[in-house]
């Protein structure tokens, strides 16, 4: 079965960085795009950033450009976020997802916290 499996989130101070990574497994990762999304609490889960299966074309959230960088290396099966100049706006559960040919995201990791401190 599909799983997706999240890590690399932590407790940063605001302008720091951290790179999320999430683990795929139990579907041709290298056929997938991928996307990133957080949630807030209190709020919905928003979209932060997505990729193409073979990592050539990126599309960004506002929030999230010119700061964070979504990468995947299809050997490892792995998608990442980059996500530097953080802000304690960027404090959220952060989500991998797979993206589907109907451009829906259809499996989704369990999240790992990011807490950025002012």
């Known amino acids: 079965q599909v799983q997706l499996v999240e890590s690399g989130g932590g407790l940063v101070q605001a302008g720091g960085s951290l790179r999320l990574s999430c683990a795929a497994s139990?579907?041709?990762?290298?056929?997938?795009?991928m996307g990133w999304f957080r949630q807030a609490p209190g709020n919905e889960r928003e979209f932060v950033a997505r990729?193409?299966?073979?990592?050539?074309?990126?599309f960004y959230a506002d929030s999230a450009k010119g700061r964070f960088t979504i990468s995947r290396d299809n050997a490892k099966n792995t998608v990442y976020l980059q996500m530097n100049s953080l802000k304690p706006e960027d404090t959220a559960v952060y989500y991998c997802?797979?993206?589907?040919?109907?451009?829906?995201?259809?499996?989704w990791g369990q999240g790992t916290l990011v807490t950025v401190s002012s």
């Open positions: 997802a797979t993206r589907s040919a109907a451009m829906t995201y259809n499996y």
């Open positions: 139990g579907f041709i990762f290298s056929n997938a795009a």
């Open positions: 990729i193409t299966w073979n990592g050539e074309t990126t």
